[in-house]
């Protein structure tokens, strides 16, 4: 079996999205030397700057796709080229793990959402991103075969909140990278000696963003210091998100700036060495697909304060201590006061963050995906035998634009060529189309092919109407096959106006049917 896996976003990060993919591409890597995996470092619709540096195990099951083609020539030909053509015939399963969702035909797609804070929380993102989501969620819904996420709890945020039936939705959990483990011995970071060196200090990690709750971490922080005088720091460790002067604020507000420390990015063995030596990890976060930043810390040892929402409890389970309210500035001071006070707690903390991070395993992971993709694969009940634009479109290959969605119900525009690829069973007997076209008048035919063999023309008119065609018997049945939807007229550019685009047919509906 071929299995494309999207791998572009690797090339520019790693943590969030991209740190989930690399960690699982290469545990396929270790547990699977049967499968072909080709790896997309580019994409129909992304040339990362920096593509080389996709993830790229070595094992010779794996491949990147065009990654024999000298850079320059790679680039010229993605700016010029159908990228369809360039990017090669498509895999038997595409992989999307970016919380996106191709507009290109695959016999089978797998598409990752780890939470939907996109619709639960728009307040935590840009309306840029919160519009991107939601679009890429519609498409993965009318588009993907089975949606894939990180906890039991996104799967019923999903459903809850996208209105996606439950039997669509796969859970496998996240788990730490291998090199987050207990080191003992380890030393702070040299280069953060001179801000967190001689005294313990609490640890966020994660970017600065208001989903994470980061005031209120500094709020509470501020409590417990006016309160117990400890000497403890607060240390937090990641990339600057959006929204968020009023972590800044806060600090400012409390006169922190010589306790709380913004440490930027920091690299992995930096990070390694930051959960080893903190006197214990705070993730105080609002909404959480898994939480990955909770299970680094317990592989490390680090005693974990986090909050009793979403899936956090899912992942801690009883190895952390919880903050019921994240909101509760009064409740988390409080918390942070009695770990950083009771060496007892924190052994214990320790101890079960270790067991508990431990029931996480990428390759677990990595296997409970792939059979995953293999039912996918297997499960010829996913080939659809209609296509209703707007809903369910997993059979639309090429020659169409985006769904558009008026009051009387979505369509899409079909150039002078369509295609879509439907199975045809034994029983189906007729192919209803529904379609209409851009003229005033019915001077358009269209022309219907079924693997290459006209089975029938009809003329369209300026409203939306059904059509009916015998299917040949002498058609192959079991088997999904091309169908293609041809007019033969080209718009006047006088009746386009301001539109660019080749305006062949509108089509609403393609199903396949049985004998009345």
């Known amino acids: 079996m071929r299995i494309g896996i999207d791998v572009a976003m690797t090339a520019d990060s790693k943590t969030g999205l991209p740190s989930y993919t690399r960690s699982l591409v290469e545990a396929f890597a270790r547990i699977d030397q049967r499968n072909e995996y080709e790896l997309y470092r580019i994409t129909w619709h992304s040339f990362p700057p920096n593509y080389e540096q996709a993830v790229l195990p070595k094992a010779s099951n794996f491949r990147a796709v065009c990654g024999r083609i000298p850079r320059p020539k790679l680039e010229r030909r993605w700016h010029t080229e159908d990228r369809r053509r360039l990017l090669g015939p498509p895999p038997d399963v595409y992989f999307s793990p970016f919380h996106n969702a191709p507009d290109r035909w695959f016999p089978r797609l797998v598409c990752v959402f780890h939470d939907v804070s996109f619709r639960v929380h728009p307040e935590f993102s840009t309306e840029a991103n919160r519009v991107y989501c939601e679009q890429q969620f519609d498409r993965a819904m009318r588009l993907a075969h089975r949606i894939l996420t990180v906890s039991h709890f996104s799967k019923a945020e999903i459903v809850k909140h996208m209105g996606t039936p439950a039997d669509r939705i796969d859970v496998v959990h996240e788990a730490a990278d291998p090199m987050f483990r207990r080191v003992d011995g380890a030393r702070l970071p040299a280069r953060f ?170 390759d677990r992971a990595a296997r409970e995906t792939l059979a995953i993709i293999e039912r996918v694969a297997a499960d010829t009940s996913l080939d659809p035998t209609r296509i209703v634009m707007g809903a369910d479109e997993r059979g639309v290959d090429a020659g169409f634009y985006d769904v558009e969605r008026p009051p009387d119900g979505a369509f899409r525009w079909m150039q002078r060529r369509g295609v879509v690829r439907l199975r045809i069973e034994p029983a189906h007997t007729r192919l209803r189309v529904s379609a209409a076209s851009p003229m005033p008048e019915d001077t358009v035919t269209l022309i219907v092919r079924v693997a290459g063999a006209v089975i029938g023309t009809a003329r369209l008119g300026h409203g939306l109407r059904d059509f009916v065609f015998d299917l040949p018997a002498a058609l192959p049945r079991g088997a999904v096959l091309p169908i293609a939807l041809e007019v033969n007229h080209a718009l006047p550019p006088a009746m386009k106006g301001g539109d660019t685009r080749d305006l062949g047919a509108r089509i609403g509906a393609i199903t396949l049917e049985g004998s009345p």
């Open 193 to 362: 000696e001179p801000h967190l060196g001689g005294a313990p200090f609490v640890l966020y990690v994660g970017s600065v963003e208001p989903r994470k709750n980061l005031a209120t971490l500094v709020d509470a922080y501020a409590a417990m210091q006016k309160k117990a005088r400890h000497p403890a720091r607060l240390a937090i460790a990641g990339g600057s998100g959006w929204k968020n002067s009023a972590v800044h604020e806060a600090v400012d507000r409390h006169g922190l700036r010589d306790k709380v420390q913004f440490l930027g990015f920091v690299s992995d063995q930096e990070l390694l060495e930051l959960y080893n030596t903190c006197a214990l990890f705070c993730y105080p976060t609002l909404y959480e697909g898994f939480g990955l930043p909770v299970v680094e810390a317990m592989s490390c040892g680090a005693p974990v304060v986090t909050s009793r929402v979403a899936s956090l409890p899912e992942v801690g389970g009883e190895a952390v201590r919880y903050v019921d309210d994240p909101r509760d500035t009064g409740a988390l001071a409080r918390v942070l006061q009695e770990v950083l006070e009771d060496t007892k707690l924190q052994a214990k903390l320790r101890a079960l963050g270790l067991a508990q991070a431990a029931t996480f395993s990428w």
